[in-house]
C-alpha cells in the first residue's frame, strides 16, 4: 500500500514538473520577437493587381539605379528584363496572357534585392 501511494505521489511531482518545463518553454518562445515586415522597408510597391493594362512599379527613395527588374510568367519563363532607371516605371501587359507572373529585383551582382507576384486579368 505504501509503494502504491508513493508511486502516486511520484506520478504527481512527474506532472507537476513536465508543467513548469513546458511553461518554461513557451513562455521563452513569446519573449522572443518576430520580425514583422512593413510597406518602409520594401524596396518596390506594385499597383495595380491585378493588372490590366499596365502596371507601376515604384521604389523607395534608397534604391539603386544598378537595379535590374526581371519579369517571369509562372512557368518560369522570362518575359522582360529591365533596367531600373527611374523611381517609377511603368509596364504595358497587354502583350501579356493572363495569369500570374513573378518579379524579381536583381542588383548589378544578380543578387535578388527583392521578389513578389502579380497577376494580369484580360
Not at 11 to 40: G, M, R, T
Not at 94 to 117: A, M, W
Amino acid at each position: 500500500m505504501i509503494i502504491i501511494n508513493t508511486f502516486v505521489v511520484l506520478k504527481k511531482y512527474f506532472y507537476i514538473l513536465l508543467f513548469f518545463i513546458s511553461l518554461h518553454f513557451i513562455s521563452n518562445a513569446q519573449v522572443k520577437p518576430a520580425h514583422v515586415f512593413s510597406d518602409s522597408e520594401k524596396t518596390v510597391k506594385f499597383y495595380p493587381n491585378p493588372a490590366v493594362s499596365i502596371i507601376n512599379f515604384e521604389f523607395n527613395k534608397d534604391y539603386d539605379n544598378s537595379y535590374t527588374l526581371l519579369i517571369f510568367n509562372f512557368l518560369g519563363k522570362k518575359i522582360e528584363e529591365l533596367k531600373v532607371n527611374d523611381i517609377k516605371m511603368t509596364i504595358s501587359v497587354t502583350d501579356f496572357y493572363r495569369g500570374v507572373y513573378i518579379f524579381q529585383l536583381q542588383d548589378n551582382h544578380g543578387n535578388i534585392v527583392e521578389t513578389g507576384k502579380f497577376q494580369v486579368i484580360k
